[in-house]
């Protein structure tokens, strides 16, 4: 059984955080706490699997973990979990978040946490392994966003346009547009 | 209506969604907490629009804010509103917001069964694998047992997707709603041999999780695994069905035999090496449980330890890890083919990882022998000083002692190394073993005589520069070698050299810093040492003439009565109360000093503290009766009345403690009651009839008798062991040799030499005789050690205590595990039960509906209950009869090939058996694997077994006719 996955970034702000058991959101958020603060230490070239944190199960629960750039997933799986095999899922995990955002970075995981999400809800239910084949995963939230969209419709043009008009980000452009660098301007001009 | 959704709508259009939600609390970076509480608000005002868009983007903000740590159980209605949505985006939002914030506890949920049952009916099946994917996260007992036969119904569902996600749900049912087991499982065997893999595998998974609690149940499924293990490409079932498997194996041996054959072939032909370590692992699993008789295997442990080596020499260092892990599994039963792989695992203690060094120090453990542990514990000792981390040297400090002390000491051969390296441990810094440096002090200084004088001697030495071990606030539990110092030098008084200086050294005015418990001993010690020295100087009766020797005890007197009170102003009470006593004492002993009164006083003291201590088993009190007509519930004194419980203590101090303050009150008190004499006499009095009830009670280690002989068996062998000990010394601690004892090393240095060039001479020719040398007169310790604890284990239950463990542990299992074994002799009853509650249970929650409803449901049921019952039928045959083959199949190819006859009986035999009780079924094939493993002769066995037969005879036909009928089913 997994008994939790947590994807957090570098200075452990939580990034998706679904638990196969109940904690209370104080307890949830002192487990990202410490489970960072047990990833965080190691080197990127030591082995995957902790045992420990006292948080989250016993003697019998290892933390498995991958660090992709600036996220660490970690899955805090029971004995019952093949090491190697959770190891693979968590590659399959990303591969899949890749595939579905193109490129995937941890800004897609920071505005699509209810994506990220569904796509997980594919791959594990209730704490077991529902799909490990990617192309079958791929397919199923695909038809899902289909049956999405088709909802959408007309009726959620209007919220569409402004969410995109939203996503410009005006400010942010002016900000970006690109002056020519006048001093500069000035020295070429030679009289 | 219209212009009010069209206002709805312009009105959404402004409302922050989720992106908004995140990218404004990125910008408020500051004041987040400020900004999210106004986002609350907002939300707030949201969900109480009636717009479902607007709620749903609400509730999809309500889920990001709960992962930042927020409570938003407040909003679990409108997490429902948004969830009964038609539209599947808001639905998905919903379930989402659900499975995250939702609970088995939740109250609301008593609302959502009827919306989860419509969707998981629904036409869509991504509705459907919605509803699946909430349910499972917050299912409650009452929604598993509602929703159990609409779950079921998606187990024949013709989309696999749906049957995956049944599957996989049919277990969280399980947990939640036992009584289904026995009721689907039948379903659920069925899928294990679905036409999609993917099913398949979640089938797989669930009969794995089930069998991992108790896996004696789900025996009979073996073939069925077996057959999927052998056919299957899916390295993901293949992983847990080999897992499952090696959990399967302890329970039948037989298994395990015809199982090393495909998985030595997996483990030669697979590439994924995810496949091949569960192989591995597995096989040691069988190897455990299989681990007499069979000589052949030896070349499996081979092949294991083989690829396990290049696992560990793997620059990946998560395949090192997990080949260290296993490592230390086959370590349990075959050491000797792990041993032969010592230089790896030491080199796995240098690298930089620390669970990597975490597993080569557990496989230490099984490594080391008499010849190698002192060069092991020197490795680990350098470590402990590189070490950053304190949980490491932490986990390196208690290795070293677990290895040194395991089966008794049973590696050291030199107790003077392995104190002067318990000694050299007490240095490290903010360690949390104190205590456990001080126990291993203890027990050797209690169990190995010999060694006594020496300890002694290295503990006077601790004692008297104990600043540098309480020096530091950071070391405090390391002071707890104090204690196990001040109780040794105390109690071994009579090998001190220089009692005059400890006792000094134990009534420094640092102590008062110490520890209550501490000090308690220190005073108590000091009174031993005092004893001893009043006893020493000067035999008692000269003492009044000899005037140099009574200046001496005078002096020695006045310190003593001068360094007490300190003690006595503890503010421990423990100490409080032996220090005022003591100092009694010696106030008493210094009055008859001057009055020259004091010839034998000294043994007097003494004999306050006499008697041998000895080792006590950990769970010797424990095996104590309680005397009869002892009640230990009963109260002593009635409980005062909850209400003036507070008043009456205070109440009835006074009384205690008349005069004064606290500590005048009990000088006074001992003053008043003539403290010497009477307690000497008491205490001798209570000791001679605590004796003589211990001599009468069966459960005491025989002290007085035994006692006797023992210490007479001391005497005797304490000069001679002292001799040998010393050549050995000469040889060995130069490798271990503590900074703190060079001089001692010193003398012996130059004879330590030599005695290395002999070896090396003689490791050439004769290696192990040089071993049988070094063990042959340290036998004498090793017995002494050994003794009192087999004693001890003599009158001790190891087994209760296993029970007492395993009984929480187990109690869960239990319940899943007892519906099944019933399904096995009454499949028909159960499933009417079944569907009775069932049915039940949907009239709770369709209160409303009609009789019509109702009635549709129950014929729409009807063909189901069918088809169970006719599952439950043949399920029965063709589990137990296969099973029969299976197992058979396989004696055959292990044993005799010329038992064609004895086989059939033994599977006629077998069967009735199996139909008649599941309890005789366990108990015969316990008797058998007995058998088996006493008689390897097939005939002998079946004969065994024929005696058992004649009781289930009549069953025999109906067995065969089942599996007549079980052939018709198959054909």
Known sequence: MIKAILVFNNHGKPRLSKFYQYFNEDMQQQIIKETFQLVSKRDDNVCNFLEGGSLIGGSDYKLIYRHYATLYFVFCVDSSESELGILDLIQVFVETLDKCFENVCELDLIFHVDKVHYILNELVMGGMVLETNMSEILTRIEEQNKLEKLEAGITAAPARAVSAVKNMNLSQQIKDIKLPDLPQAIKDLKF | ?971
């Open chain 2, 1 to 971: 209506m219209a212009l009010r959704k069209v206002k709805g709508n312009l009105e959404r259009m402004f409302d922050k969604n989720l992106t908004d939600l995140v990218r404004g609390i990125r910008n408020n970076k500051d004041n987040e907490t400020k900004f999210i509480a106004q986002c609350i608000e907002e939300i707030k005002l949201e969900l109480r629009q009636e717009n479902i868009s607007v709620k749903a983007n609400a509730v999809a903000k309500l889920t990001y804010l709960q992962m930042m740590g927020y409570d938003v159980s407040w909003a679990c209605f409108n997490v429902i509103e948004v969830m009964s949505s038609t539209k599947f985006t808001y639905k998905r939002i919903g379930y989402l917001a659900a499975s995250q914030t939702f609970h088995p506890d939740t109250e609301v949920l008593m609302l959502t069964t009827n919306m989860v049952r419509k969707d998981l009916n629904s036409q869509s099946q991504y509705e459907a694998g919605l509803a699946l994917s909430g349910l499972s996260c917050f299912i409650s007992p009452d929604l598993a047992r509602d929703l159990a036969n609409d779950i079921m119904t998606l187990l024949s569902s013709t989309r696999p997707y749906l049957r995956k996600k049944a599957v996989l749900m049919m277990y969280k049912v399980f947990l939640r709603f036992p009584e289904a087991l026995r009721p689907a499982f039948p379903r659920l065997k069925e899928k294990l041999e679905d036409p999609d893999s993917g099913v398949q595998s979640a089938a797989v998974n669930v009969v794995c999780e089930l069998a991992r609690k108790n896996p004696k149940n789900y025996l009979s499924l073996a073939p069925v695994f077996f057959k999927l293990m052998t056919t299957s490409t899916n390295n993901w079932m293949l992983i847990k069905i080999i897992k499952l498997f090696g959990a399967l194996t302890p329970l039948e041996p037989r298994l395990g035999k015809k199982l090393i054959e495909p998985l030595t072939n997996l483990i030669h032909s697979t590439s994924a090496m995810s496949l091949l370590y569960e192989c591995i692992n597995t096989v040691i699993a069988v190897l455990i449980s299989i681990s007499s008789g069979m000589p052949n295997h030896s070349t499996s442990i081979q092949l294991c330890v083989q690829k396990l080596r290049i696992l560990i020499e793997d620059s990946d260092q998560n395949l090192k890890y997990l080949g260290l892990l296993a490592m230390s599994k086959i370590l349990k039963t075959h050491p000797k083919s792990v041993q032969s792989h010592k230089d790896l695992i030491l080199q796995c203690l240098d690298d930089k990882d620390e669970s990597i060094r975490l597993r080569a120090l557990d496989l230490l453990y099984g490594m080391v022998s008499k010849k190698n542990l002192m060069e092991i514990v020197k490795k680990l000792m350098i470590h402990m000083d590189k070490a950053e981390g304190t949980s490491y040297r932490d986990e390196l400090l208690s290795k070293i002692i677990e290895i040194c002390s395991q089966n008794n000491y049973q590696h050291i051969t030199n107790f003077e190394w392995y104190v002067s390296v318990l000694v050299e441990l007490t240095r490290m810094e903010g360690t949390k073993h104190g205590p456990l440096v001080a126990n291993q002090l203890l027990d050797v200084a209690i169990r190995v005589a010999a060694i006594r004088a020496f300890v002694v001697a290295q503990m006077a030495l601790l004692l008297d520069n104990s600043h540098f071990i309480t020096g530091f606030s950071q070391r405090a539990s390391m002071c707890e070698v104090l204690f196990a110092a001040a109780w040794i030098c105390g109690e071994f008084s009579e090998f001190l050299t220089d009692p005059k200086a400890t006792l000094e050294a134990l009534l420094r005015a640092r102590v008062s810093t110490l520890p209550g418990h501490i000090q308690a001993v220190y005073v108590q010690n000091i009174m031993k040492l005092y004893g001893r020295i009043l006893t020493s100087s000067g035999s008692d009766a000269s003492m009044d003439e000899d005037m140099v020797a009574k200046a001496a005890v005078e002096e020695v007197s006045e310190m003593v009565a001068a360094r007490l009170p300190s003690f006595v102003e503890s503010s421990e009470l423990e100490v409080q109360e032996r220090a005022s006593c003591a100092l009694q004492l010696v106030k008493f002993v210094q009055k008859q000093l001057t009055k020259g009164q004091a010839a034998g006083l000294g043994a007097e003291i003494v004999s306050l503290f006499d008697g041998e201590l000895n080792p006590v088993a950990p769970k010797a009190q424990k095996k104590v009766q309680v005397p009869e007509g002892l009640d230990l519930d009963e109260w002593i004194n009635e409980p005062p009345p909850s209400e003036s419980s507070d008043s009456e203590p205070e109440v009835q101090r006074p009384s205690l403690f008349a005069t004064g303050n606290a500590e005048n009150a009990y000088v006074e008190s001992y003053q008043s009651s003539k403290p010497a004499e009477l307690t000497q006499e008491e205490v001798q009095r209570n000791r001679e009839a605590r004796q003589q009830e211990q001599a009468c009670n069966p459960n005491y280690l025989k002290g007085g008798g035994k006692l006797e002989s023992k210490s007479g068996m001391f005497d005797v062998a304490e000069v001679p062991v002292a001799q040998l000990d010393l050549p050995v010394a000469l040889k060995i601690p130069g490798l271990a040799s503590s900074d703190h004892y060079l001089q001692k090393q010193k003398q012996t240095s130059s004879k330590k030499k030599v005695s290395t060039k002999k070896k090396k001479k003689s490791k050439k020719h004769k290696e192990s005789s040089d071993e049988e040398e070094l063990a042959a007169p340290l036998h004498v310790v090793n017995t002494d050690v050994g003794e009192m604890p087999e004693g001890a284990t003599l009158s001790d239950g190891m087994d209760d205590d296993n029970n007492d463990l395993n009984d929480p542990h187990r109690a869960l299992d239990v319940n899943l595990d007892e519906p099944l074994r019933a399904e096995e002799t009454l499949p028909v009853r159960s499933h009417r039960e079944a569907v009775k509650f069932e049915v039940t249970g949907e009239k709770k929650a369709k209160k409303k509906s009609s009789k019509k409803e109702e009635k549709v449901k129950k014929s729409k049921k009807q063909p189901i209950m069918m088809d169970l019952l006719q599952n439950g039928e043949h399920t029965n045959a063709p589990t137990e009869e296969p099973s029969n083959d299976f197992w058979l199949d396989h004696a055959e190819y292990e044993a005799m090939p010329d038992t064609s006859q004895s086989k059939l009986q033994v599977e006629e035999n077998e069967k009735p058996k199996k139909k008649s009780s599941s309890k005789t079924k366990e108990k015969s094939k316990e008797k058998k694997k007995k058998k088996e493993k006493k008689v390897i002769n097939e005939d002998s066995l079946v004969s065994s077994l024929a005696v058992e037969a004649p009781t289930f005879v009549p069953d025999l036909k109906q067995t065969m006719s089942n599996k007549d009928k079980n052939v018709l089913i198959v054909s």
